[in-house]
């Protein structure tokens, strides 16, 4: 509901009937109402002779704070909301027929200090406040029922305040307990770059933004051994703290599962049998997870019902890596998952994993970021075309497209270069993954391991930069 507002006049009511002619209802209603206790029929019926009869259809304000009111107003059929802060907030109280409004106005001598609003059509009786104390305020019977009537109105007022508080108190509560949920969560998954610092045959990058403080995207990274490495990204059905909690139950269960290399080929299988177990709502996974020979350049790959990856290979652009697509884990148990193997060759070869938040990303036409619009930003993008590059640049591409409509899914992005770098190769034609050599820890390492510098750092640092720095700037 938009409420329309008006600008009632400081002696005049808004929106006066076409047809003040009190009913017979109404004068039942106001001949028994105390607010009128003690009056005299014939001076009740001078009193709302005088009064007219105002209509406010469904959604028109009546009251405004920060305006004058000079009225007293007297529901007689419909149905009043009062919003203490703002219109539409969630901290209002009703007005039923027979009960009044605007009291505060007309005894302080104030201007109002909330919005009444029209619920539904509604009709009031306007009684100026001159003739309200000039011919109701001198019988102490009315007196005293007004105020009766306005202290359980602050009784009512106090009740739904001090549950709106007890609910913001709450709220906020678990606003702090997201936010620890949303560290913990992120302090799972691996967050130093690059992620296998101590294979210097790769170098990758990842980032994961949850559409909410919690999330049920993941990526994770670790070596199985000295020449295999293994990366996974998954996606989990839903948003917030349940997706996330199945997220942590299913990153376990690689980790646990997946402890060396011969494990790989039943990785899925097993998992996905694990998850279905106690599954009782039903959650599901996606999930990619990739095992790399460091040495080779040999890759093995087990999807289950994941995007397919991109692959960039000898400088060629990136296209979708063709795999079997699996079924979703947590499903059924009597699931069969296939393995891919395919091989990766070093120096410019580049393996790209992410979740559905990226191509399902929407602008304001509510047009998809689509895979399509993926691949051209990839293989648009300026070089360095280092992991971190590449999916930095993906992230401002993606915010360039969405531009005020908010994040609706998690998103996630994993890329991996495979340099093939080995402590005995020369220098010679190998591409180093950054500009930046004094403060990239791949560069450094590779230069120091590949010219014996380990065992003369201090002499052979500086030519160690120069040499890498000089190598980066002619590739």
């Not at 007297?74 to 007005?95: E, K, M, N």
């Not at 049920?216 to 998954?234: P, T």
């Not at 990153?251 to 177990?277: A, V």
């Not at 930046?436 to 560069?443: A, G, K, L, T, Y």
Request: include cysteine; aromatic fraction near 8%.
């Amino acid at each position: 509901m938009t409420p329309s507002t008006s600008d009632p006049q400081q002696n005049t009511p808004p929106h006066t009937d076409d047809n003040p002619v009190l009913s017979t209802q109404d004068w039942a209603l106001l001949r028994e109402h105390p607010l009128f206790s003690g009056l005299p029929t014939q001076a009740l019926h001078e009193l709302l002779a005088q009064c007219p009869v105002i209509f406010l259809s469904k959604g028109k304000i009546l009251l405004s704070p920060g305006t004058a009111n000079h009225h007293l107003y007297l529901l007689l059929t419909g149905h009043l909301l009062v919003y203490l802060d703002a219109v539409d907030s969630p901290t209002s109280f009703h007005i039923e027929p027979g009960e009044f409004i605007g009291e505060m106005s007309i005894i302080e001598e104030r201007e109002t200090s909330a919005y009444v609003v029209a619920h539904q059509n509604s009709r009031l009786v306007a009684i100026h406040e001159d003739q309200f104390w000039g011919k109701v305020g001198c019988y102490p019977e009315a007196m005293r029922s007004m105020l009766k009537m306005f202290s359980e109105r602050m009784r009512k007022q106090n009740e739904i305040t001090r549950l709106a508080n007890e609910k913001q108190l709450k709220y906020e509560l678990l606003q702090r307990e997201l936010a620890a949920a949303g560290n913990i969560q992120a302090n799972i998954l691996p967050q130093e770059f690059p992620l296998f610092p101590e294979h210097l045959q790769v170098d990758a990058f990842a980032l994961m933004e949850p559409a909410r403080q919690v999330g049920g995207d993941f990526y994770d990274a670790f070596a199985l051994d000295d020449d295999h490495i293994c990366v996974a990204v998954g996606d989990v059905s839903g948003k917030g703290l349940p997706a996330a909690l199945f997220m942590v139950r299913a990153i376990t269960l690689l980790r646990l599962t997946l402890s060396k290399k011969k494990r790989f080929p039943t990785i899925l299988p097993r998992m996905n049998e694990l998850l279905c177990e106690n599954n009782k709502d039903f959650t599901f996974l996606t999930l990619m997870v990739a095992m790399l020979n460091v040495k080779t350049g040999a890759l093995h790959i087990v999807n289950g019902g994941h995007n397919a990856p991109l692959l960039a290979a000898d400088k060629r652009p990136f296209t979708p890596l063709p795999i079997p697509k699996g079924a979703l884990l947590g499903v059924s148990e009597t699931v069969v998952y296939e393995m891919a193997e395919y091989q990766l060759n070093p120096g410019d070869t580049l393996f790209f994993l992410y979740t559905d938040g990226v191509t399902e990303c929407e602008n304001e036409q509510q047009q998809f970021f689509s895979v399509e619009r993926m691949q051209a930003v990839l293989n648009t993008a300026v070089p360095p075309h280092t992991p971190h590059n590449l999916i930095i640049h993906l992230r401002q591409a993606l915010q360039d497209f969405a531009r005020d409509v908010a994040q609706s899914d998690d998103i996630t992005m994993l890329a991996l270069t495979y340099l093939g770098i080995k402590p005995t190769d020369s220098l010679e034609g190998l591409v180093f993954p950054c500009y930046n050599p004094p403060n990239c820890r791949i560069c450094y390492r590779s230069v120091k391991s590949c010219y014996g510098f380990v065992n003369n750092p201090q002499n052979r640092m500086p030519e160690a930069y120069d040499l890498a720095y000089r190598l980066l700037k002619t590739n």
